[in-house]
């Protein structure tokens, strides 16, 4: 049985001299706290430091953000994919000012009402920010607990998901939010997927997996699913004013974003030139190949380069395309095309 008192004097004085020193650990602010949450979902943390920064020079605080150019926050947000994350959290942000006078609520029922905060975002700034005894349970702490525990359920459901946060509070010190930093940075550092630091882990005697020899064995993975491959063709249509159409996506997870015309490689030219209303010129220039990967989709896309001298709403001066914002996949494309 757990001895509670020790485990959590054994994690958190390893985390007080162990952790890493990040540029969100450095503040109290509830905001910044959040938006580095709000980054640092489905991102790794050395990817997310640079935006964080750039982030809290461009948007220091609550009215900042919330009064932002959409645009501008979406070309700034560039690289970090995930685009619902920013507009959610410019929505949550927009309602804090209104609502709350520009202050980030403390009262955990008031703060899960918000756009985009759901259990893992809610406990973690309700805890760091405020101290409130709410667990923030991501793949990391899943691992720990599960190992911790010896528990061979599918962290993946939500019914094993809620267990695990139960659990963790009900053995949560008055420290919660640097409690839950500790189980954090213990699986981000230690208690790692693949070859974990058993060795150096400040909890090893509390560990049932590692009693057991069953570390390696947790937590029990189920068999991904295969990714759906997708293949596009996409075109550089061109004009003799040395501009390039470009269309705003509307309605989808990229909305407002910047894509270049993609179809279907089944697609023939006729119907594009049909659906765009354009006459167009195909020289049957190849600009390159690229492979997109995606939380669930792999996408295969072939750049061709397009004439016309029929005019079009959509075309825009190649010298203004690094101004707006791209999803990573058609920026990788387009970096084949300014090569």
Same mark, same amino acid.
Request: charge should be negative; proline fraction near 5%.
């Given at each position: 049985?757990?001895?509670?008192?020790?485990?959590?004097?054994?994690?958190?004085?390893?985390?007080?001299?162990?952790?890493?020193?990040?540029?969100?650990?450095?503040?109290?602010?509830?905001?910044?706290?959040?938006?580095?949450?709000?980054?640092?979902?489905?991102?790794?943390?050395?990817?997310?430091?640079?935006?964080?920064?750039?982030?809290?020079?461009?948007?220091?605080?609550?009215?900042?953000?919330?009064?932002?150019?959409?645009?501008?926050?979406?070309?700034?947000?560039?690289?970090?994919?995930?685009?619902?994350?920013?507009?959610n959290?410019?929505?949550?942000?927009?309602?804090?000012?209104?609502?709350?006078?520009?202050?980030?609520?403390?009262?955990?029922?008031?703060?899960?009402s918000?756009?985009?905060?759901?259990?893992?975002? *809610?406990?973690?700034?309700?805890?760091?920010?405020?101290?409130?005894?709410?667990?923030?349970v991501?793949?990391?702490?899943?691992?720990?607990?599960?190992?911790?525990?010896?528990?061979?359920?599918d962290?993946?459901?939500?019914?094993?998901?809620?267990?695990?946060?139960?659990?963790?509070?009900?053995?949560?010190?008055?420290?919660?939010?640097?409690?839950?930093?500790?189980?954090?940075?213990?699986?981000?550092?230690?208690?790692?997927?693949?070859?974990?630091?058993?060795?150096?882990?400040?909890?090893?005697?509390?560990?049932?997996?590692?009693?057991?020899?069953?570390?390696a064995s947790?937590?029990?993975?189920?068999?991904?699913?295969?990714?759906?491959?997708?293949?596009?063709?996409?075109?550089?249509?061109?004009?003799?004013?040395?501009?390039?159409?470009?269309?705003?996506?509307? *309605?989808?997870?990229?909305?407002?974003?910047?894509?270049?015309?993609?179809?279907?490689?089944?697609?023939?030219?006729?119907?594009?030139?049909?659906?765009?209303?354009?006459?167009l010129?195909?020289?049957?220039?190849?600009?390159?190949?690229?492979?997109?990967?995606?939380?669930?989709?792999v996408?295969?896309?072939?750049?061709?380069?397009?004439?016309?001298?029929?005019?079009?709403?959509?075309?825009?001066?190649?010298?203004?395309?690094?101004?707006?914002?791209?999803?990573?996949?058609?920026?990788?494309?387009?970096?084949?095309?300014? *090569?």
């Open positions: 049985m757990l001895n509670i008192s020790d485990f959590n004097n054994n994690l958190l004085v390893w985390y007080q001299a162990n952790k890493r020193d990040l540029p969100w650990r450095r503040t109290s602010d509830p905001y910044r706290i959040w938006l580095s949450e709000v980054m640092l979902q489905q991102t790794q943390v050395i990817t997310v430091i640079p935006y964080f920064e750039k982030f809290i020079t461009n948007y220091p605080d609550i009215d900042s953000l919330a009064d932002a150019d959409e645009g501008r926050l979406l070309k700034d947000w560039e690289g970090l994919g995930y685009y619902n994350r920013i507009r959290f410019q929505t949550a942000v927009k309602e804090v000012q209104n609502t709350y006078d520009s202050k980030v609520p403390d009262d955990p029922d008031a703060f899960f918000l756009k985009g905060v759901g259990p893992y975002i *809610g406990g973690a700034v309700q805890s760091i920010a405020f101290n409130n005894l709410l667990a923030a991501d793949g990391n702490v899943l691992r720990v607990m599960a190992r911790l525990n010896l528990d061979y359920r962290m993946t459901k939500a019914s094993v998901q809620k267990s695990v946060k139960q659990n963790i509070e009900a053995i949560m010190p008055l420290e919660a939010g640097d409690f839950n930093q500790a189980l954090m940075e213990l699986g981000a550092t230690i208690c790692t997927p693949r070859a974990p630091k058993c060795i150096m882990c400040p909890v090893q005697g509390h560990c049932e997996a590692y009693k057991a020899g069953e570390v947790l937590p029990v993975k189920k068999k991904a699913k295969a990714k759906k491959e997708i293949y596009y063709n996409v075109y550089f249509i061109l004009n003799d004013n040395e501009e390039i159409i470009l269309r705003k996506q509307e *309605g989808t997870l990229l909305q407002g974003m910047y894509e270049l015309p993609k179809y279907d490689i089944d697609t023939s030219v006729e119907s594009i030139e049909e659906e765009l209303g354009l006459t010129d195909h020289p049957n220039l190849h600009v390159g190949s690229v492979k997109h990967v995606f939380t669930h989709q996408w295969y896309m072939e750049g061709y380069v397009l004439y016309t001298k029929d005019a079009h709403p959509d075309f825009i001066s190649l010298n203004e395309v690094e101004k707006l914002p791209m999803s990573k996949a058609m920026q990788k494309i387009y970096r084949q095309f300014e *090569g």
